[in-house]
């Protein structure tokens, strides 16, 4: 099986958790589905296609920053002395929040389409992307390293190995990748999604359904043990695919 191996940098960059709002939180590595909608906006795909993604990477420190925040509410009308900014007859407010940053990111993703006849595709799309890739929010801007094809292939360590570097690792992996506890912190990420109408024929409301969300552990380093079979690539790099 292949996969598009890709490398990316980034300056400062908010994963946000879906939950903070305040304090705009972030993960220390971008969920599933955020890796996943940048490559189908970067392929311009108009259909979801299935991929699994294997996720690792480091960042130097983090900072919090303020941001400019817009609230509104629907079908509030215009009140002076309460709303900053008129909209027609609506009010807006606006004021200042906070938001977590990572600072000095680098990545290391494998993404492998279940449809294996989109690998060049994607690969295309990387190599001469129509637009500077955002990985985050809009302004996230990435600096592409490198992209390239590899193959996937499960080994037998016959050593220790170690993976310097921090990544998720499935729950299916927990207890392969050897005889030690793995210690790290545990998250429940989102991956895909259906779009579910829950309102009328003649007044369509439709929302996200997120499915299941995929347990997985952050580890900013671990050692896989010698007899364990796992998936590299050509490289030797190793693939939590999920």
Same mark, same amino acid.
């Given at each position: 099986?292949?996969?598009?191996?890709?490398?990316?940098?980034?300056?400062?960059?908010?994963?946000?958790?879906?939950?903070?709002?305040?304090?705009?939180?972030?993960?220390?590595? =971008?969920?599933?589905?955020?890796?996943?909608?940048?490559?189908?906006?970067?392929?311009?795909?108009?259909?979801?296609?299935?991929?699994?993604?294997?996720?690792?990477?480091?960042?130097?420190?983090?900072?919090?920053?303020?941001?400019?925040?817009?609230?509104? #509410?629907?079908?509030?009308?215009?009140?002076?002395?309460?709303?900053?900014?008129?909209?027609?007859?609506?009010?807006?407010?606006?004021?200042?929040?906070?938001?977590?940053?990572?600072?000095?990111?680098?990545?290391?993703?494998?993404?492998?389409?279940?449809?294996?006849?989109?690998? #060049?595709?994607?690969?295309?799309?990387?190599?001469? =992307?129509?637009?500077?890739?955002?990985?985050?929010?809009?302004?996230?801007?990435?600096?592409?390293?490198?992209?390239?094809?590899?193959?996937?292939?499960?080994?037998?360590?016959?050593?220790?190995?170690?993976?310097?570097? /921090?990544?998720?690792? =499935?729950?299916?992996?927990?207890?392969?990748?050897?005889?030690?506890?793995?210690?790290?912190?545990?998250?429940?990420?989102?991956?895909?999604?259906?779009?579910?109408?829950?309102?009328?024929?003649?007044? =369509?409301?439709?929302?996200?359904?997120?499915?299941?969300?995929?347990?997985?552990?952050?580890?900013?380093?671990?050692?896989?043990?010698?007899?364990?079979?796992?998936?590299?690539?050509?490289?030797?790099?190793?693939?939590? /695919?999920?």
């Amino acid at each position: 099986m292949k996969a598009i191996r890709l490398k990316l940098s980034q300056d400062l960059v908010n994963y946000k958790k879906a939950t903070s709002t305040q304090l705009k939180e972030t993960y220390p590595l =971008p969920p599933y589905s955020t890796v996943i909608g940048m490559v189908h906006a970067v392929c311009q795909f108009t259909e979801y296609q299935k991929m699994d993604i294997s996720i690792q990477g480091s960042y130097f420190s983090k900072v919090n920053d303020l941001y400019t925040r817009y609230e509104f #509410s629907n079908g509030m009308k215009y009140e002076e002395g309460r709303h900053q900014i008129k909209a027609g007859e609506f009010g807006v407010s606006r004021g200042i929040a906070t938001a977590e940053l990572l600072v000095d990111v680098h990545l290391m993703l494998h993404i492998v389409p279940n449809n294996q006849e989109l690998i #060049s595709v994607i690969e295309q799309a990387f190599l001469f =992307p129509y637009e500077y890739p955002s990985l985050g929010r809009r302004e996230d801007l990435v600096t592409i390293d490198e992209v390239k094809i590899v193959e996937l292939s499960e080994v037998e360590l016959q050593n220790d190995k170690d993976v310097n570097q /921090a990544a998720y690792i =499935p729950k299916s992996y927990f207890g392969d990748i050897g005889k030690h506890a793995v210690k790290g912190t545990r998250y429940f990420i989102s991956k895909e999604y259906e779009l579910v109408d829950y309102g009328t024929k003649k007044k =369509p409301q439709v929302f996200r359904k997120w499915l299941p969300k995929k347990e997985v552990l952050y580890v900013t380093k671990t050692t896989i043990v010698e007899d364990t079979i796992i998936v590299c690539d050509e490289d030797g790099e190793v693939v939590f /695919a999920s």
